[in-house]
């Protein structure tokens, strides 16, 4: 059953609601639970928790649902700026749960004079390749965080041992012109460890099912190719 009122928005995000209601996004809604509980681990209750690049806010609802203590969803490009993408499916979903969850319509490149303050966690997820210096961002967001950090992001050149990113010529990566660069995961590691995280988890996300770190019977091979590219989710703890 799709939920009242949701069919005058174009969503991202896909929800599920408590009393069975459903809205159909682009990203599929078992995958994002399934990429849920890959980032809200350990769990999170008590926490207070950043979500940059929110959009629908599917994570900024569900880090509410898991007991954080505040969330503050940000975007910009999505919301207000030139993405396809509106507010009105976050504040849709935020009306119909009664949510407490804070906003602010903030760029990315902003964030560092915007003054937000820290966080015990910060979500970095879906954005690291869309930005033209994804050093910058990543920083930005590193120094708003008190413990955890967990980046989403594509990830290239999985045979390289060096740490380097991959520049995608406009409209190459998904036919979408706003992908720039995608890092190999040392070169992830290298840059949480600067920024002062040095405990680092990589992870394959779900939906990567042929993510080369992933050893699995259910396929094969997981050599990776060398110019595959594979989405990961990174712990960071400081
Ligand atoms: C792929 S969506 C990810 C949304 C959500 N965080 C998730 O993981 O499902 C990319 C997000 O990055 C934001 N963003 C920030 N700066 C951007 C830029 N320069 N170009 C494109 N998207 C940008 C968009 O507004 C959007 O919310």
Not at 91 to 113: C, Q
């Amino acid at each position: 059953m799709q939920a009242a009122g949701a069919e005058h928005i174009t969503w991202f995000h896909s929800f599920q609601f408590e009393d069975g209601a459903t809205i159909k996004g682009l990203r599929d809604i078992e995958i994002l639970k399934a990429e849920a509980d890959a980032i809200f681990s350990p769990e999170i209750s008590g926490k207070t928790v950043l979500d940059i690049g929110a959009w629908d806010g599917y994570f900024s609802f569900e880090a509410e649902r898991r007991g954080a203590a505040r969330v503050l969803a940000t975007d910009h490009f999505c919301w207000s700026g030139e993405g396809w993408g509106t507010k009105a499916g976050f504040d849709f979903v935020h009306d119909r749960l009664g949510s407490h969850v804070e906003t602010r319509d903030v760029d990315v490149g902003d964030l560092p004079k915007a003054d937000l303050g820290q966080f015990d966690l910060v979500l970095f997820l879906g954005v690291f390749y869309h930005l033209k210096d994804p050093y910058a961002g990543l920083e930005a967001a590193a120094s708003m965080c008190r413990e955890h950090i967990v980046v989403e992001t594509v990830t290239a050149l999985p045979l390289e041992t060096l740490p380097a990113m991959r520049l995608f010529p406009p409209g190459e990566l998904d036919n979408d012109p706003t992908n720039f660069f995608a890092p190999n995961i040392p070169a992830l590691e290298v840059m949480l460890r600067t920024f002062g995280f040095n405990r680092i988890e990589p992870i394959p996300s779900p939906a990567s099912l042929k993510h080369p770190l992933r050893p699995s019977s259910s396929w094969r091979p997981s050599r990776p190719k060398a110019n595959g590219v594979y989405r990961t989710i990174v712990h960071g703890w400081r």
